[in-house]
Each structure stands twice: as structure tokens, then as C-alpha cells.
């Protein structure tokens, strides 16, 4: 491990490294100062509130999909929440009207019973969006579509007229999931075929997440030039919410070894963590976690087993240069983005721990999970 005080750290551990979250959000602002638009942290993906404010230092705000992410944004990020929601709760709309900038309505059911309670705010103005849904999608995986048959996600355009209700101020689409500029370009010419006599009545439009534009080859001045261009044609103004590439490749979860067990020469090493608990998409999308000192081919080949009693809690296979001993450290790297959001206490797994490492180095465990956080949350 390049920092030996990462070997002091209680396991499990998610550890987030501030020199590689600095890069991504670089990388972001250039965007956003050549392309002229905001770019925005997406809570779904990224939530790790300590470090707001080095995230304020780069990006204009972010999206919150609750009321606890749009309070999360007003009390930590200190400004109000670009808020959307498959549905709000009645009993919470007045709640979210008060930590939110811009509210985007998933239909127009929602903003018709919704709107007037923005009306009779005299608090604070709200610029109102409806997400519109462009069917189209090179998202593989139907679990993770938004734009799937059927999907319930924004208005189709046989669903809207020619003029938007008086109120709606903005659009709003999602699409995509690590993608490329290519991909947006694509979806950029189905919102101008399908909802194009609608974008001289917006003054804004909200391109979504999905965006990897940290991830390696990335064609970052492809995107700057299909926005300023969609930007100069349609004269609106243009935010991305991505939450995956600010997190990307930014940290990782160490864990360490507990067994090793053998199964007709099937070698599976149980882990102190889970993948169904703590990283959940490697199974749901389905994807292999890099895991560091892994090689290509090896006679020494295990599988990783979670520790909860879940029969498929598993990943793999892997090789190693050595056998595995029960106690050995294994790094599940890029382990920030949309794990600490969707971490479960299934089963009663310890939930990992949370460190920093900072740019000198100095490594810093931010928060300690520990069973009363288990069991306030069933009762």
C-alpha cells in the first residue's frame, strides 16, 4: 500500500483520496468556464458531505432528489437544492420549497398540483421543470434505463401540446449512465426532434447525469463543442448534474481477509465486507471491482465472498501472485461513487468506516459506524 498509515486504519474502511477528488473537480470547472454552463453534484451517486466544501471550491451546487438530500445541500453545500423527484410527498413540499432552487416535476399531474403551492411562496422564487423523457438511451443495463419501454421517468412529447403550462421555466432529461460526449450528442438530436418547439419557451435545460467525463479518453472538447453549440442555438442555459465523475477513481474500500474456504478447488476468500451491503451495483449492474495487486493469470485464483449470508454475496474470479492468508489486506479500488449512498446494515454487517487522505498525506477516519447506528434504524 502507498501509504503505510492505511495499514492502521480499522477494516473495513471506504478511504477517499483529496488529490484525485481535486483532479475530477479541475477537470469539471474547465468545462464549466469553456462551455459556459453549471456543472452540479448529483447526491444519487456522491454524498460525502465533509468534503463539501472542497467540492464548493469547483462546482455551483447540486440535485437532490428528497427532502433530506435538499436539506443535505442547504445545510452542507449552503445553498439551495436543483430538486427532482419521481413524486413528492404532499406533506413535504413545503419543506423542499424552502431548501430548493429549482424544483423539476416528473409529469405534469405533479406540477399542476404542485404549482400553486409555489405560487402562494412569497419566500423565495422557484424556477419550475418538467422532465421530459426522449426515449432514447445506449444504457444496456434495464435496471439502470431510464429511458426503457415503459419507464416511468418524464413526460413523452404524444403527452405534451405545442406551448409548456405557464409556470414550467426549464426542461429536464436523464439518459444516460457513464457515458460518453458521443452519447450526448445522440440524445441532444432526439430532444431537438421530439421536444425542439419547446426549447424557444425554456430558459434553462438540465442535461442530467451520466457524464464520465473524469473517466480516461473521455473526448472532453467533443462535449465542450456540442454544448456551446446546442447553448448558442437554443440561447438557454445549460446544467449537467453528474455524480459518478466526481467520484471517480477517487478512493477505496480496504478490507481485509476472514476465510479462506474450498469448494471442489473453488477458493472463495470471505472478506470483512459485503457486496450486496456496500457495493451493491458490482451485482446489480453487474461489474468486476478492480482490486489491487490482481494479475492477469495465476495458478493462486479466488473469488471474493462477502460476509453476509446471502448466497451470491460474491464477485470473481481473481489471480494473485501468492496464496491468500486470512488476515491479508485486499484494496477494492474506485469505491467512492454509488456505494456510501446505497450501503445497507443487512444481516448486521460492521458498515465500513470512513477516512480521508489529504493532500500532505495525513490520513484522518471521519466517521465510525458502530451498532447503535444498526439498530436505531429499526426501531
Not at 503505510?4 to 473495513?12: D, F, G, M, R, Y
Not at 426532434?193 to 442530467?208: C, P, T
Not at 467533443?222 to 477517487?250: C, N, Y
Request: with cysteine; glycine share 6%; aromatic share 10%.
Amino acid at each position: 500500500m502507498a501509504n503505510p498509515k492505511i495499514a492502521t486504519l480499522p477494516s473495513p474502511c471506504f478511504i477517499l483520496e483529496e488529490k484525485k477528488l481535486r483532479k475530477n473537480l479541475r477537470t469539471l470547472n474547465r468545462v464549466q468556464e469553456k462551455a459556459g454552463v453549471d456543472i452540479i453534484l448529483a447526491f444519487k451517486a456522491f454524498a460525502n458531505w465533509p468534503v463539501f466544501p472542497i467540492i464548493r471550491e469547483y462546482l455551483k451546487g447540486a440535485t437532490a432528489s428528497s427532502l433530506w438530500e435538499a436539506r443535505l445541500c442547504f445545510e452542507e453545500m449552503g445553498v439551495p437544492a436543483h430538486t427532482y423527484s419521481p413524486a413528492y410527498l404532499p406533506e413535504e413540499f413545503k419543506e423542499i420549497i424552502k431548501r430548493s432552487s429549482h424544483i423539476t416535476f416528473n409529469s405534469l399531474t405533479q406540477f399542476e398540483s404542485f404549482y400553486p403551492k409555489i405560487q402562494a411562496n412569497k419566500k423565495r422564487k422557484i424556477k419550475c421543470g418538467l422532465r421530459i423523457n426522449p426515449e432514447y438511451s445506449e444504457v444496456a443495463t434495464e435496471l439502470y434505463n431510464p429511458c426503457a419501454p415503459g419507464s416511468r421517468l418524464g413526460e413523452v412529447n404524444t403527452n405534451l401540446g405545442k406551448k409548456l403550462p405557464e409556470g414550467i421555466t426549464g426542461l429536464h432529461f436523464h439518459n444516460l449512465c457513464e457515458s460518453d460526449s458521443y452519447a450526448l450528442e445522440k440524445t441532444l438530436n432526439q430532444v431537438e426532434k421530439l421536444f425542439g418547439h419547446l426549447l424557444s419557451q425554456i430558459d434553462w435545460i438540465n442535461m442530467g447525469g451520466g457524464h464520465s467525463i473524469t473517466r480516461k479518453g473521455y473526448d472532453i472538447p467533443h462535449l465542450i463543442k456540442v454544448l456551446k453549440r446546442f447553448k448558442k442555438k437554443h440561447q438557454v442555459e445549460i446544467i449537467l448534474e453528474p455524480g459518478s465523475a466526481i467520484a471517480w477513481e477517487t478512493g477505496f474500500l480496504r478490507t481485509r481477509v476472514l476465510d479462506i474456504t474450498d469448494n471442489h478447488g473453488i477458493k472463495t476468500a470471505i472478506l470483512d465486507a459485503s457486496f450486496t451491503a456496500h457495493m451493491p451495483d458490482t451485482l446489480e449492474m453487474p461489474y468486476l471491482p478492480k482490486v489491487r495487486g490482481t494479475i492477469s493469470k495465476s495458478e493462486h485464483a479466488y473469488r471474493l465472498g462477502g460476509i453476509s449470508c446471502l448466497s451470491g454475496d460474491y464477485v470473481g474470479n481473481y489471480y494473485f501472485k501468492k496464496p491468500l492468508k486470512i488476515g491479508d489486506p485486499i484494496i477494492l479500488e474506485d469505491m467512492m461513487h454509488y456505494t456510501m449512498v446505497k450501503t445497507t446494515m443487512f444481516n448486521g454487517v460492521k458498515h465500513p468506516d470512513f477516512a480521508i487522505i489529504d493532500q500532505e498525506g495525513n490520513l484522518t477516519v471521519i466517521r465510525k459506524f458502530n451498532y447503535r447506528d444498526f439498530k436505531r434504524r429499526l426501531g
